[in-house]
């Protein structure tokens, strides 16, 4: 047996740490959505399916026939879109939104030109257009979810040519993904330990965690604790394809050797060993946490809830992701189009945006460019810009201010028939209650009560015919004198509104 077992000494951890939350099932779509060579990603475009026959843990993803599955690129921009979304905190959005500096620092560039472009559209391409099929975790049931991952993708380039370089982007993460990590359903990581890693050791220490942190939470008890895990399998659920050697010499020389080292070096692991299964051909590889793993568990990963706010999402929404939204919907209405047929829009087009967006709420701008367009139509200008739809905010204010005013209006009257028809309401309610208490005082009671209602009225009534406005107005002084002398036995328009009382018409 060829044994690849390396140990480091234990030194303490690093003492900087910074969260990033990874919702769990995304975490094992991750693991085999992303393959970590670039040049064998590109070929691989058969479906995955992962724990077939397990409901709850089956995954089956499905990328692109023309784009394979994302490479090592695209892994490093998903870590840093979860990134930035987990500093966002609470409540989770669905929107990330990244400007041209955050790109360039995200991908490790330098410099960003039209190449540097292309090669982010298209591995947010391949993370978009890969079809998701997985279980969902909510409450103590699973539910099984159709999906892409970033379920929308919108760019901002310089200009209004297809190579001009990216200056802002939103992605928005799909609605189950959110939905569970509202419900809790996700792990935390350490961002600047996983900054010093490769691609595939950041997919070996987010699975490596995720297993220990189950096996410590159970165990509570460092002595003993391993995780193992087959080889091939690894090459498969955690690497997204990688391929399977078939000598331990190969693995740890040729690919998972420096990178496990690298994670030993780091004291995420104290040891790993590579060794022949026993029951069938293949190798195990066996697990041993280091003191880095022991430290960010109890630093952070007992209590996963969201730290403080380090980015201000609100102004990436207002700077960003509305005035891309505006753009993108400008661009749909006046290819006659939908928003999944405009590839990007231009700076130019994203500024005008925004001055949109200073005179009218974004809720609106829908409601607004219908208006602009359709006045452009009337008087035969031909619209090129969303600029060219400037010229119509004047009047469009004017008509919002007009319906609003009238709609306020309305609803002012409205509020007033309901008032009026609720008094109504509670004055007959209140006369039937006030007949009911009459008839069953003392004669002697009836008759001061009467006499008070008679003395309230202007005109006598004796032989009043019943339903006349006398007759109307008397029985109300009489319930009104009724009220004040058995105050607690008839309810106010407010406790009747409230419907605290019973038929007798007695406090509940």
Not at 73 to 95: E, M, N, Q, T, V
Not at 135 to 146: A, I, L, N, Q
Not at 249 to 277: E, P, T
Request: with cysteine; net charge positive.
């Amino acid at each position: 047996m060829e044994d690849a077992q390396t140990i480091a000494p234990t030194v303490p951890p690093p003492a900087v740490a910074e969260k990033l939350y990874m919702e769990n099932t995304l975490l094992r779509v991750a693991g085999a959505l992303f393959c970590h060579d670039a040049k064998r990603a590109a070929l691989r475009t058969e479906a995955i399916n992962l724990n077939r026959g397990v409901d709850e843990k089956a995954v089956i993803i499905e990328p692109h026939p023309k784009l394979g599955q994302p490479g090592p690129l695209a892994h490093k921009i998903f870590i840093a879109i979860l990134k930035k979304h987990s500093d966002y905190g609470r409540p989770h959005p669905h929107d990330v939104s990244f400007t041209k500096r955050e790109i360039m620092r995200l991908i490790g560039r330098k410099e960003w030109g039209g190449r540097d472009s292309k090669q982010l559209a298209g591995a947010l391409d391949e993370i978009h257009r890969a079809f998701i099929s997985a279980s969902f975790k909510r409450g103590t049931s699973f539910f099984e979810e159709k999906f892409h991952v970033f379920s929308r993708v919108l760019l901002e380039r310089a200009a209004e040519e297809s190579d001009a370089p990216i200056e802002r982007c939103t992605v928005t993460l799909a609605t189950p993904i959110i939905d569970s990590l509202r419900s809790d359903h996700f792990s935390c990581y350490n961002y600047l330990f996983m900054q010093r890693l490769s691609t595939i050791g950041q997919a070996l220490y987010m699975r490596l965690f995720f297993h220990f942190a189950n096996l410590y939470e159970g165990q509570r008890g460092k002595a003993g604790l391993t995780f193992q895990k087959r080889y091939d399998d690894i090459c498969l659920e955690w690497l997204g394809g990688l391929a399977v050697h078939d000598r331990i010499s190969h693995v740890k020389r040729d690919q998972l050797g420096s990178h496990l080292d690298q994670l030993v070096s780091a004291k995420f692991l104290s040891s790993y060993s590579i060794d022949k299964a026993r029951t069938r051909s293949g190798f195990v590889i066996t697990f041993r946490p280091g003191p880095a793993f022991f430290s960010d568990y109890e630093r952070f990963y007992r209590n996963r809830n969201q730290g403080e706010l380090q980015w201000s999402f609100d102004t990436d929404r207002r700077e960003i992701a509305e005035p891309l939204k505006v753009a993108y919907l400008f661009a749909a209405k006046l290819m006659g189009q939908p928003l999944t047929a405009v590839p990007y829009v231009s700076q130019k087009e994203t500024e005008s945006a925004k001055f949109i967006l200073e005179q009218v709420a974004f809720e609106d701008a829908g409601n607004f460019l219908d208006y602009a367009l359709a006045e452009a139509n009337r008087s035969k200008f031909e619209v090129k810009s969303l600029g060219g739809l400037r010229g119509y905010l004047p009047g469009y204010l004017t008509a919002l201010e007009q319906r609003q005013a009238s709609r306020a209006a309305h609803a002012k009257h409205q509020a007033r028939i309901r008032q009026e028809e609720e008094q109504a309401s509670y004055s007959q309610y209140r006369r039937e209650k006030a007949n009911t208490l009459f008839v069953r005082l003392p004669e002697s009671e009836q008759k001061a009560i009467e006499a008070i209602a008679r003395g309230r009225c202007a005109k006598p009534f004796a032989g009043a015919r019943a339903g006349t406005l006398s007759t109307q107005i008397f029985e109300m002084e009489k319930a009104r004198a009724l009220a004040e002398r058995y105050p607690d036995r008839l309810p106010t328009f407010s406790d009747w509104k409230g419907g605290g009382f019973d038929t007798r018409g007695r406090g509940l």
